[in-house]
């Protein structure tokens, strides 16, 4: 079994340690230093500052989003004439995808989802929409996939599956293969030395360090685990530059404390972008340029004026957002033995080597926000520690896209939530939000009735638009995962590695639940949610979608 088989390995790696000579070696053959592509880099500080409060989005994403809005207007307003040529097309709403948590399944299902709507990819009824989207957001198993989307420049769905997944995923988490190369290549050394130079160069690593590294052999397109991917680096894809993809955000909270059983509901919702990282929360209220997330500052100026970059690796960023070793102390966030041993063997690699203490479980991050007056919570503290969403029931990455100064009309939430298998049982992760928001004042969010009222009413697998009747709310298409192919349900959201046939049905599966099943109606309803509050006449069928899909709490 390819569980213990990993376990042994990283047994006998936490017999090595990581040492400051791995920080650098000299290349063979000349006295030049390699730096070591994990390690931080001195850089030379910007002469903007590197933190503003959060009082509105950042120029170069408002930059980025005018230049998008144009594309994807173009693209709804082509697929919204082809559905029905009664919607007018005068004024468009501002379209954000959104994809939950829940494993190797939430990204297969993401892909899925993607893949139905991608006009390269699908011939299907809503194929073109992808094109009409403005922002993605992803958190945990959704921001493994949106992170390899986009380290690939947004390739296809079909060729991300043919090229990477379908080797990688089959061989497991544990397991960094290179892609297409199919058999396995363990880079246990490889990822030592990593860690260990960014280590040697002053910077915390924990726990999440290994497992970000993991998760770049399985999600990235290179040999080296895509080591030189950073979320900052994106900027430099032609597709990102061409403004023809939307705006990725990927989500993580943050902790009260360096202790990993402090995850509360009301837990700090941070963001990366490609341009800064940061929260609009009141407690921390800022955000800092992503390329320059880890310096060293103090009041959001850099001590003797020295910058850091690199510390925004894609992989590692991608491992914050899924870092769900926070839930360990709670059984309800571990079903199964194997995660606390995926955990403990990760753990006692780190531990060995790092001698890091109580905070190794949670992705460890120097605090931007140190001493900053507009961050209040997190001012004092010189670490920031992140984990996954999902530690306090937020496995929907829908908090950047209710933030009133993005003007974002409709998500379409693509959710792992379906009553096919023990995930999270019971919780609906957007009423947590809801809830969240209500105490947050955030009023964009959309009412939805608690996890008893969906569970009561048989909710948790039915598509429904969400907001339809609230003008002032963004509107939800909440799309959870149901198994229209009934292999899809053999993938279960902690199975640490999926077969091909698996992948294959999985991601066939997302394909259905974005047509649901083909459903000859479901472009016009679609596009009805879409334009409900947008459009000044709707064509006369869409009274029928509203009465179908539109979520009315009953008195
Ligand atoms: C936010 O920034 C945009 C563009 O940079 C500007 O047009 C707008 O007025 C700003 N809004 C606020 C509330 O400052
Ligand atoms: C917000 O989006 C709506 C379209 O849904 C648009 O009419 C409006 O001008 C936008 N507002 C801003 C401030 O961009
Ligand atoms: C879509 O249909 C066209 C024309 O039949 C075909 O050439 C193309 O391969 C199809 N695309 C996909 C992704 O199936
Ligand atoms: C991955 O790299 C291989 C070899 O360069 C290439 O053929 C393939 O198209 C790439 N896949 C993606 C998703 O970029
Ligand atoms: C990204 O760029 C390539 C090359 O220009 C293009 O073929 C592809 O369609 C683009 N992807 C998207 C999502 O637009
Ligand atoms: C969550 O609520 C508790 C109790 O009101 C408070 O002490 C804590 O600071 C809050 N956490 C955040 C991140 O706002
Ligand atoms: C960061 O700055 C503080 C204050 O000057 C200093 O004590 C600390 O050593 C610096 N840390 C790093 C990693 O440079
Ligand atoms: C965790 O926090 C506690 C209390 O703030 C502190 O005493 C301890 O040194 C911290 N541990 C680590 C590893 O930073
Ligand atoms: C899942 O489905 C079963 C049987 O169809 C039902 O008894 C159970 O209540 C459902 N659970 C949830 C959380 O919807
Ligand atoms: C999540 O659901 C379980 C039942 O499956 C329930 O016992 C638990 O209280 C719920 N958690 C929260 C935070 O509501
Ligand atoms: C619950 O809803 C699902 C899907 O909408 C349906 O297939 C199932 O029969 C319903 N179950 C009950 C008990 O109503």
Same mark, same amino acid.
């Given at each position: 079994?390819?569980?213990?088989?990993?376990?042994? @390995?990283?047994?006998?790696?936490?017999?090595?340690?990581?040492?400051?000579?791995?920080?650098?070696?000299?290349?063979?053959?000349?006295?030049?230093?390699?730096?070591?592509?994990?390690?931080?880099?001195?850089?030379?500080? #910007?002469?903007?500052?590197?933190?503003?409060?959060?009082?509105? *989005?950042?120029?170069?994403?408002?930059?980025? @989003?005018?230049? %998008?809005?144009?594309?994807?207007?173009?693209?709804?307003?082509? !697929?919204?004439?082809?559905?029905?040529?009664?919607?007018?097309?005068?004024?468009?709403?501002?379209?954000?995808?959104?994809?939950?948590?829940?494993?190797? %399944?939430?990204?297969?299902?993401?892909?899925?989802?993607?893949?139905?709507?991608?006009? %390269?990819?699908?011939?299907?009824?809503?194929?073109?929409?992808?094109?009409?989207?403005?922002?993605?957001?992803?958190?945990?198993?959704?921001?493994?996939?949106?992170?390899?989307?986009?380290?690939?420049?947004?390739?296809?769905?079909?060729?991300?599956?043919?090229?990477?997944?379908?080797?990688?995923?089959?061989?497991?988490?544990?397991?960094?293969?290179?892609?297409?190369?199919?058999?396995? $290549?363990?880079?246990?050394?490889?990822?030592?030395?990593?860690?260990?130079?960014?280590?040697?160069?002053?910077?915390?690593?924990?726990?999440?360090?290994?497992?970000?590294?993991?998760?770049?052999?399985?999600?990235?397109?290179?040999?080296?685990?895509?080591?030189?991917?950073?979320?900052?680096?994106?900027?430099?894809?032609?597709?990102?530059?061409?403004?023809?993809?939307?705006?990725?955000?990927?989500?993580?909270?943050?902790?009260?404390?360096?202790?990993?059983?402090?995850?509360?509901?009301?837990?700090?919702?941070?963001?990366?972008?490609?341009?800064?990282?940061?929260?609009?929360?009141?407690?921390?209220?800022?955000? $800092?340029?992503?390329?320059?997330?880890?310096?060293?500052?103090?009041?959001?100026?850099?001590?003797?004026?020295?910058?850091?970059?690199? /510390?925004?690796?894609?992989? =590692? *960023?991608?491992?914050?957002?899924?870092?769900?070793?926070?839930?360990?102390?709670?059984?309800? =966030?571990?079903?199964?033995?194997?995660?606390?041993?995926?955990?403990?063997?990760?753990?006692?690699?780190?531990?060995?080597?790092?001698?890091?203490?109580?905070?190794?479980?949670?992705?460890?991050?120097?605090?931007?926000?140190?001493?900053?007056?507009?961050?209040?919570?997190?001012?004092?503290?010189?670490?920031?520690?992140?984990?996954?969403?999902?530690?306090?029931?937020?496995? +929907? #990455?829908?908090?950047?896209? *209710?933030?009133?100064?993005?003007?974002?009309?409709?998500?379409? $939430?693509?959710?792992?939530?379906?009553?096919?298998?023990?995930?999270?049982?019971?919780? *609906?992760? &957007?009423?947590?939000?809801?809830?969240?928001?209500?105490?947050?004042?955030?009023?964009?969010? #959309?009412?939805?009735?608690?996890?008893?009222?969906? &569970?009561?009413?048989?909710?948790?697998?039915?598509? +429904?638009?969400?907001?339809?009747?609230?003008?002032?709310?963004?509107?939800?298409? !909440?799309?959870? /995962?149901?198994?229209?192919?009934?292999?899809?349900?053999?993938?279960? !959201?902690?199975?640490?590695?999926?077969?091909?046939?698996?992948?294959?049905? $999985?991601?066939?599966?997302?394909?259905?639940?974005?047509? +649901?099943?083909?459903?000859?109606?479901?472009?016009?309803?679609?596009?009805?949610?879409?334009?409900?509050?947008?459009?000044? &006449?709707?064509?006369?069928?869409?009274?029928?979608?509203?009465?179908?899909?539109?979520?009315?709490?009953?008195?």
């Amino acid at each position: 079994m390819r569980l213990a088989q990993g376990l042994l @390995i990283l047994t006998l790696l936490s017999q090595c340690s990581f040492g400051p000579a791995l920080a650098t070696a000299v290349r063979p053959g000349t006295t030049e230093q390699l730096i070591n592509a994990y390690a931080p880099r001195d850089a030379t500080c #910007p002469t903007v500052p590197l933190v503003r409060p959060a009082t509105n *989005i950042s120029t170069l994403e408002n930059q980025y @989003i005018n230049a %998008r809005k144009t594309k994807a207007n173009a693209a709804l307003a082509a !697929w919204l004439k082809k559905v029905n040529a009664g919607f007018s097309t005068s004024i468009l709403p501002v379209l954000g995808l959104t994809h939950s948590g829940g494993g190797y %399944r939430a990204l297969l299902n993401a892909a899925g989802n993607m893949q139905a709507m991608d006009s %390269r990819d699908s011939n299907s009824s809503i194929g073109g929409l992808y094109q009409a989207i403005t922002y993605q957001t992803a958190l945990s198993g959704g921001a493994w996939f949106l992170s390899s989307l986009a380290a690939s420049n947004w390739a296809t769905v079909s060729l991300l599956q043919k090229t990477i997944y379908d080797s990688t995923i089959p061989a497991g988490l544990l397991f960094p293969v290179e892609p297409n190369v199919f058999s396995i $290549v363990p880079n246990y050394a490889q990822i030592v030395a990593d860690i260990g130079a960014k280590q040697a160069a002053g910077s915390p690593v924990t726990l999440v360090d290994v497992y970000g590294r993991l998760l770049g052999y399985n999600l990235f397109n290179s040999s080296d685990g895509g080591v030189d991917h950073t979320m900052s680096g994106l900027t430099s894809m032609s597709n990102f530059s061409s403004h023809s993809v939307p705006y990725p955000i990927l989500t993580s909270i943050g902790t009260d404390s360096n202790s990993t059983c402090t995850v509360s509901l009301n837990a700090t919702q941070f963001e990366f972008s490609p341009y800064e990282f940061g929260s609009w929360d009141s407690g921390t209220n800022a955000f $800092v340029q992503t390329a320059y997330l880890s310096s060293n500052l103090t009041n959001g100026m850099a001590i003797s004026k020295k910058c850091t970059t690199g /510390l925004d690796n894609l992989g =590692f *960023i991608t491992g914050t957002s899924s870092d769900f070793f926070a839930g360990a102390c709670d059984s309800q =966030f571990v079903p199964t033995g194997m995660l606390n041993a995926l955990a403990a063997a990760l753990q006692s690699v780190v531990v060995k080597a790092a001698g890091t203490g109580g905070d190794e479980l949670l992705a460890t991050y120097r605090n931007p926000f140190y001493g900053s007056s507009h961050s209040p919570l997190v001012s004092h503290s010189e670490d920031l520690y992140l984990a996954d969403g999902g530690a306090s029931f937020q496995i +929907q #990455p829908i908090w950047p896209l *209710i933030q009133p100064l993005r003007n974002v009309s409709v998500l379409i $939430v693509g959710d792992c939530y379906g009553n096919t298998s023990s995930y999270y049982p019971g919780n *609906i992760s &957007i009423s947590y939000t809801y809830a969240q928001a209500q105490a947050n004042n955030l009023v964009k969010m #959309p009412f939805i009735p608690t996890s008893a009222v969906f &569970i009561a009413q048989n909710l948790t697998s039915r598509t +429904q638009f969400f907001g339809c009747d609230e003008p002032d709310t963004v509107t939800i298409v !909440w799309l959870p /995962l149901v198994p229209y192919i009934k292999t899809a349900s053999n993938v279960d !959201w902690y199975d640490l590695q999926v077969s091909e046939d698996d992948i294959a049905s $999985v991601i066939t599966n997302g394909n259905l639940v974005a047509t +649901q099943g083909n459903d000859e109606e479901w472009p016009l309803c679609l596009a009805c949610a879409f334009m409900k509050k947008t459009g000044p &006449i709707l064509p006369s069928g869409c009274v029928a979608c509203f009465t179908k899909y539109c979520y009315a709490p009953t008195a």
